[in-house]
């Protein structure tokens, strides 16, 4: 659907976009840009509130335990009794805290010939490239 004023519009190209902004300003400016190799974050991206407070709290003594114990103790101690008493969500977060998630598997499909030599696979993918540039379906 036309617009009204598409006859009047220009075609955005490169060479019909003007500069704005006084270049002294600009030349001035590049002094205070980034510099290569030196961060805009040095310090990362600064933690939560919360995560920060929960930490803490995580590793101070819980007040409501008689044997001083801190409440990550206690929390995990908590997971282990449902995990042996049969609940299968606490096990598998103990699993995962402790030797990391399981791979999830990928199931592949197609033929994949891996007795290629080094120059077929180059030549395949140089086909796939000009393929995809063309716009052709694989």
Same mark, same amino acid.
């Given at each position: ?12 190209? #490169? $060479?019909?976009?003007?500069?704005? $902004? ?13 510099? #290569? ?8 991206? #600064? ?20 044997? $001083? ?16 008493? $049969? %609940? ?24 994949? %010939? ?25």
């Amino acid at each position: 659907m036309k617009r009204k004023n598409d006859s009047k519009r220009q075609e955005a190209k #490169p $060479g019909n976009r003007q500069k704005a $902004g006084n270049p002294q300003i600009q030349e001035l400016g590049k002094a205070t840009q980034f510099q #290569p190799g030196h961060s805009g974050n040095p310090n990362g991206r #600064p933690l939560d509130l919360v995560s920060q407070e929960l930490r803490r709290m995580m590793r101070s003594e819980c007040p409501y335990d008689a044997e $001083g114990r801190t409440w990550a103790q206690l929390i995990s101690l908590a997971i282990c009794r449902r995990a042996l008493k $049969g %609940d299968v969500a606490a096990a598998r977060e103990i699993c995962d805290r402790t030797e990391g998630k399981p791979m999830q598997a990928i199931a592949i499909s197609g033929g994949l %010939d891996m007795n290629m030599t080094i120059e077929e696979i180059d030549a395949k993918l140089e086909e796939l490239v000009a393929r995809a540039a063309r716009g052709d379906a694989a």
